[in-house]
T-cell receptor, first 115, second 113 residues
Framework: ETGVTQSPTHLIKTRGQQVTLRCSSQ?????VSWYQQALGQGPQFIFQ???????GRGNFPPRFSGLQFPNYSSELNVNALELDDSALYLC??????????????FGEGSRLTVL | GENVEQHPSTLSVQEGDSAVIKCTYS??????FPWYKQELGKRPQLIID?????GEKKDQRIAVTLNKTAKHFSLHITETQPEDSAVYFC????????????FGSGTRLLVRP
């Protein structure tokens, strides 16, 4: 069974640039969530995708956007990067459907540094 | 708004002692409460979870208790070992969006050999 994989693992950007982070969900999982984890903090929910549609969103501005593909993989896009966007971005997949809670399986994350 | 508070932020115990981490949540509609362990530079990994229809759950040296009336839940680790050293996060499902988890700010546990 393949776990959740994310790429890239590390990247450095400058303010104003755009970034795309990628995630492959665990085999058999159809739901993908993205979380932002600032240094020394708990993960914060960005949004979730189910069947290629956004299924809910946390308190993040519209410059944070995403996609889910037919194979359930997902992308997180952040435009107009700000210094405070520096964080570990975690992707998590689950077998749950639209309204079920269940265990989240996290990837190793993409560490973004904005200079 | 939705909030999960976690205490203490750091905890140091002697190997073999017990460790207790406590969380409170604000949303009375929360019904799923997982605990994650995160080692330095690694992904959060689920160590135990509990649902609102159960008051206590145990898995070997780890146990979780839930008091829905008081909106408290706690993680108990007995016979701690150095490899238990990590950051532990509690979380609660969002009442209005059951797919969303609200995380606490974490507890850094150090088990001294």
């Amino acid at each position: 069974e393949t776990g959740v994989t994310q790429s890239p693992t590390h990247l450095i950007k400058t303010r104003g640039q755009q970034v795309t982070l990628r995630c492959s969900s665990q085999s058999g999982h159809n739901t993908v969530s993205w979380y932002q984890q600032a240094l020394g903090q708990g993960p914060q929910f960005i949004f979730q995708y189910y069947r290629e549609e956004e299924n809910g969103r946390g308190n993040f501005p519209p410059r944070f956007s995403g996609l889910q593909f037919p194979n359930y993989s997902s992308e997180l896009n952040v435009n107009a990067l700000e210094l405070d966007d520096s964080a570990l971005y975690l992707c998590a997949s689950s077998p749950a459907g639209r309204s079920n809670t269940g265990e989240l399986f996290f990837g190793e994350g993409s560490r973004l540094t904005v200079l | 708004g939705e909030n999960v508070e976690q205490h203490p932020s750091t905890l140091s115990v002697q190997e073999g002692d017990s460790a207790v981490i406590k969380c409170t949540y604000s949303d009375s509609a929360s019904n799923y409460f997982p605990w994650y362990k995160q080692e330095l530079g690694k992904r959060p990994q689920l160590i135990i979870d509990i649902r609102s229809n159960v008051g206590e759950k145990k898995d070997q040296r780890i146990a979780v208790t839930l008091n829905k009336t008081a909106k408290h839940f706690s993680l108990h680790i007995t016979e701690t070992q150095p490899e238990d050293s990590a950051v532990y996060f509690c979380a609660a499902s969002s009442g209005d969006s059951s797919y969303k988890l609200i995380f606490g700010s974490g507890t850094r546990l150090l088990v001294r050999p």
